[in-house]
């Protein structure tokens, strides 16, 4: 016996208690204070910009093009860039997501198939996002000859996102009571048109939400799109697929380490930086709150 | 009805191609990885680019040693493990034992939103909030350095260590704790002898997870870790971790030169660790799942 437990056993039995309990509260009062770290941490870069960005966010910025070798002006095409990369990485990521979903969840047998799918999704979803750009560079780019393009790009995310959209349309089927699927096919249903009919309807809903947390992290990325899609600076907006665009990302990255003026260009940078995150946390935001009214509803 | 079965076939046949895009991308990147990569063994060792201490790609004639970006990218991921590990576990703890449901409907989206913050707003809030805070505090002659990537990298990895750590103690059945607290355990002693114990394959898979999502993340340590491809001494020391060298120098490589294989060599190598982590982590959550109440 140690002579820290002989101590313990001398104190009367409510003393000992008492220890405990307190050790506990401390304990707890601990991690509850890691956890608020958490929201600190997220109100300190939020508030952050809104306080400095929201004086340079106004119609203007909102709706014209970059003038001034990239001192003044707006950031229009690039938040045209970052909404057409972003649905268009959704295009390709999600029927391709959603049907390996229903493969996955309601075709597969367990076995060695299904193993190796499923190790090479998460390692897909363990894949570094300057690694996704090298790739892209390599194979869309020059490999296909597509140029540096809003179509390289879209590709690009779109194989990143993959993971996050199968992972969502998984989980949306797997909430789909089985008695759903006993009653389609008692009925004289094939599988294909219960999948069709039944299960697919169901689960449409977790699967969008799945489609916009893809989305939102699509648009906030920036390595997959340095070499692939994003430039510096063009005049235009987009026309076609096979052109070089501008993405807010990109232009953050460029404007606060490569600009001319770095220290000039603070409020722009503010600001869009501002704009990207009311973007994707809007989005991210929107997202949880129909989660959250789906999982009630049920 | 044979023409009903074999549109069956048909779609059941379509779906598993459409499956597969998860493999045939996978090793799409690998092969493209080596292809690309493989050719700067023509003009450089494999030991000189492995432990070779000096990275000069544009010199003449170049240097190709990686090992101080690989050491870069291992100490910014030392810190971060130091600040996120703690961190994301204690607030997994406090999400999935001790806080009240309501309190938990609050917290739970905070965390979701700081992982979705942009990683390139993060690094952009490292180099104007962090760095001058670090210079000042510390009178250094600049706060882009390890430590500053460091912290911003464990905003990336708290995300993922948390809700994933989360899911591991929710999976810990009832039973065990309501044993523990019959048998006159405090609610701490039960999460700490009982709860923790018996999710630790899960904790430890999302620690990797984590850990190897900062040593992907690149926008981070490209615009806030300094870029000097030296090996560190000290937290206050500036890195060039393997990530920022390939997002910083692939827009000057020429296509097919030998600095252009040479990143891709850099991005296989990183291919290499992540991949390693991952499978770690997938055979860490086979091997030691809690099976059944018993195996404890």
């Not at chain 1, 004086?55 to 203007?60: F, I, P, Q, S, Y």
């Not at chain 2, 900062?214 to 500036?238: Q, Y």
């Not at chain 2, 920022?244 to 252009?260: D, K, L, N, Q």
Request: hydrophobic fraction near 55%; proline fraction near 6%; charged fraction near 10%.
């Amino acid at each position: 016996m140690s002579p820290e437990n002989a101590a313990r056993k001398t104190l009367p039995a409510g003393r000992r208690h008492g220890r405990r309990r307190a050790v506990q509260a401390t304990a707890f009062a601990l991690f509850r204070l890691f956890a608020v770290v958490n929201g600190m941490a997220l109100a300190l870069v939020v508030g952050f910009l809104v306080v400095r960005g929201w004086r340079a966010v106004n119609l203007t910025f909102l709706t014209q093009a970059p003038m001034d070798s990239m001192t003044a002006g707006g950031i229009l095409p690039c938040i045209a860039g970052t909404l057409l990369l972003a649905f268009g990485a959704m295009l390709v990521a999600f029927p391709l997501g959603v049907a390996a979903a229903v493969y996955l969840n309601e075709y597969a047998r367990p076995g060695l198939i299904v193993r190796i799918i499923r190790l090479s999704i998460n390692n897909l979803a363990g894949v570094p996002s300057v690694v996704f750009g090298l790739f892209g560079l390599a194979f869309f780019v020059i490999y296909l000859k597509m140029g540096v393009s809003l179509l390289a790009g879209c590709l690009t995310l779109g194989a990143m996102s993959l993971p996050v959209i199968i992972g969502a349309s998984e989980e949306a089927l797997k909430s789909v009571p089985q008695t759903y699927r006993e009653a389609s096919l008692a009925l004289g249903a094939t599988k294909w048109q219960t999948i069709w009919r039944v299960l697919l309807p169901a689960a449409l809903p977790g699967m969008l939400t799945g489609g916009i947390l893809g989305l939102s992290r699509a648009a906030g990325e920036t390595a997959p799109i340095m070499f692939t899609a994003a430039v510096f600076f063009t005049p235009k907006m987009p026309k076609s697929i096979f052109d070089e665009i501008m993405a807010l990302p990109y232009h953050i990255y460029v404007l606060a380490t490569a600009g001319t003026n770095i220290e000039k260009t603070r409020p722009l940078q503010y600001g869009s930086a501002l704009v990207l995150i009311a973007l994707v946390l809007g989005m991210n935001l929107f997202a949880i709150v129909w989660r959250a009214r789906l999982r009630r509803n049920r | 009805m044979p023409g009903r079965q074999a549109k069956e076939k048909i779609i059941r046949r379509t779906f598993f191609v459409l499956a597969s895009a998860g493999i045939l991308t996978l090793l799409a990147i690998a092969l493209f990885l080596f292809i690309e990569g493989f050719p700067i063994f023509r003009g450089t060792s494999v030991q000189s680019f492995f432990l070779g201490l000096y990275w000069y790609p544009t010199s003449d004639p170049p240097d190709f040693g990686i090992l101080a970006l690989m050491v870069g990218s291992l100490s910014v991921v030392a810190v971060s493990a130091a600040v996120a590990v703690p961190l994301g576990l204690a607030t997994a703890v406090y999400l999935a034992e001790i806080a009240s449901p309501r309190m938990r409907e609050i917290a739970k989206p905070v965390v979701e939103l700081l992982a979705a913050l942009p990683s390139v707003v993060i690094g952009f809030f490292g180099m104007v909030v962090v760095a001058p805070f670090l210079q000042q505090t510390f009178d250094l002659p600049t706060g882009l350095n390890a430590l500053n990537a460091g912290l911003m990298l464990a905003f990336m990895s708290v995300p993922t260590i948390c809700s994933l750590s989360e899911d591991a103690l929710y999976a810990v059945p009832n039973s065990l704790r309501e044993a523990s607290l019959a048998l006159g355990a405090t609610h701490l002693e039960t999460i700490v002898r009982v709860v923790l114990p018996a999710s630790i394959s899960g904790i430890g898979t999302a620690v990797i997870l984590g850990l190897s999502r900062a040593m992907g993340e690149t926008m981070v340590v490209l615009m806030v870790a300094g870029g000097a491809a030296m090996i560190p001494e000290s937290l206050f020391d500036s890195v060039r971790p393997m990530t920022a060298t390939i997002a910083a120098e692939m827009a000057e490589a020429p296509v097919g030169g030998s600095h252009y294989h040479a990143l891709f060599a850099v991005g296989a190598v990183l291919f290499l660790f992540t991949f390693a982590f991952n499978l770690v982590a997938d055979w860490i959550s086979h091997r030691f799942r809690q099976v059944g109440e018993a195996s404890l």
